[in-house]
DNA sequence: ATCACTTTTACGCAGCGTAACCGTTA
DNA sequence: ATAACGGTTACGCTGCGTAAAAGTGA
């Protein structure tokens, strides 16, 4: 039966497994224009030729590549290869999503590890992972305080954050909010407001890497907190009180 | 408006954005009876209390390490914790995931890389590089062939091939048959028959890793090749007279 | 007459986006 | 009375799986 002929034509069950695909996804080809039988028999029998064969394998290794069928056709009738620009879009594409795995990957991590020391209702220290995430998506609505070159600024820096980072930054912002609300009373010139100034530069330049214009665009971010998402404000732990008082100490000691 | 009484409700809308997902989303929570609103209005309206709000957080997170909403409802019921068990599974999942997307990745890579370095028409070369990931794919169906234990070392072994060795190898394998069947009409014993029989060998036990339980798989995976499925076959490109040789050759060397 | 294969039609799944149409009014 | 939200269908999208009903015959 397998002859070398040259025109040999196969119906769909048998094209189907040459391929490595199931005859729905045949069907499912043709209905959307990506691959049409060459021919049909009287019957309305879908006939399949080796060129079709050669289409298919083209379009299963599209598809492995993560591109949709549509962009799939598209790229099959313009003959001369946009292929390689489409590539190397879907390389961008595919580590994007891969990135988004990786940080769900860490989350699991870092809570697995939370809930394997603490004696927490496993929930709490869960939930608490949400702000890290939140944090993270902030890239969106943070944007419009930014210069352009802080943005890029930020959109490196943000590439070395793993999530565990996050994680401890986080708990560190926690602990020193605590202390701060805690010494509320307290002279801001005084010696522990003063070093709780100093963990607060400390953080702050930990996100900002100490460059000047991602200060900027953070101090406009505070400026305008009023108008922040509903969301970011829930997340934010730090009170107005607890930010006018670093204020405070942080003039304290410029004087 | 924001006051911060102990039962406050919210509506959809509001509702929403503290937790940042859109109406839609709450509406379709709703509908899957994941998250129903704790009051309606007289009208009908959703109304979300705080403790609604701690449990679309939850939603959220489980959301975001890529549980499907199914799996998160019967997880939230269960009240207690069966989450470090997802938790687990859900990292192998998501490690599945990131190595599909590896493998899509390495594979653009590879055709990239070729397609710079060859004048081709681009197709061609991407089209080849079908084969391995046809062979990748190939754990299924060759599963009946190997015992167990080979099994399991076949599976090991398979971490460590990248899509770059493949397409290496895959490259050798082509020009180590080339080789042969220009030779086929040598003497197996001749010196050059022995050299390409060397080569073979050598290939061979790249794959095998010198493991004779694997060896074996492979030895009754090829006698038993009129039944591979047909996909196989068009990509096997040893022929019956190329292989025959090869045995020839090996025998001749063990005289 | 049977078996194996073919066809078309159409609902299902995941997770919402996006109208469309209509009632409420924090 | 209008603007601005809220409600409830319901179709769209991705890529097929999975019957269902009915015709073919490589």
Do not use: C
């Not at 400390?202 to 900002?208: D, I, K, P, R, S």
């Amino acid at each position: 039966v397998v002859k070398a002929a040259q025109t040999r034509l196969y119906r769909a069950h048998e094209f189907a497994e040459l391929a490595g695909v199931t005859v729905r996804t045949l069907h499912h080809y043709d209905r959307l224009g990506l691959l049409k039988p060459s021919h049909r028999s009287e019957a309305g029998y879908r006939l399949y030729s080796d060129r079709d064969l050669v289409r298919l394998e083209q379009i299963v290794v599209l598809k492995f590549v993560g591109l949709p069928l549509k962009e799939i056709r598209d790229l099959l009738k313009r003959e001369k290869s946009a292929l390689t620009e489409v590539l190397r879009r879907q390389t961008t594409v595919l580590a994007e999503k891969r990135k988004q795995l990786e940080d769900a990957m860490r989350t699991i991590e870092a809570a697995r590890r939370a809930m394997s020391v603490s004696e927490e209702p496993d929930w709490k220290l869960f939930t608490q992972i949400t702000r890290g995430i939140a944090m993270q998506n902030q890239t969106d609505w943070t944007g419009k305080y930014y210069s352009e070159e802080a943005k890029a600024k930020v959109g490196a820096r943000k590439d070395l954050w793993s999530p565990e980072m996050q994680e401890r930054v986080s708990r560190e912002w926690d602990e020193l909010v605590r202390d701060i609300e805690a010494a509320l009373g307290d002279d801001p010139a005084s010696a522990k407001a003063q070093a709780l100034a100093a963990r607060w530069k400390n953080l702050v330049e930990g996100f900002t890497g100490g460059d000047p214009e991602i200060q900027k665009g953070l101090n406009k971010m505070y400026a305008d907190m009023p108008n922040w998402p509903a969301e970011a404000k829930r997340h934010n732990p730090i009170k107005p009180e607890v930010q006018e008082f670093m204020m405070k100490a942080t003039s304290a000691k410029d004087r």
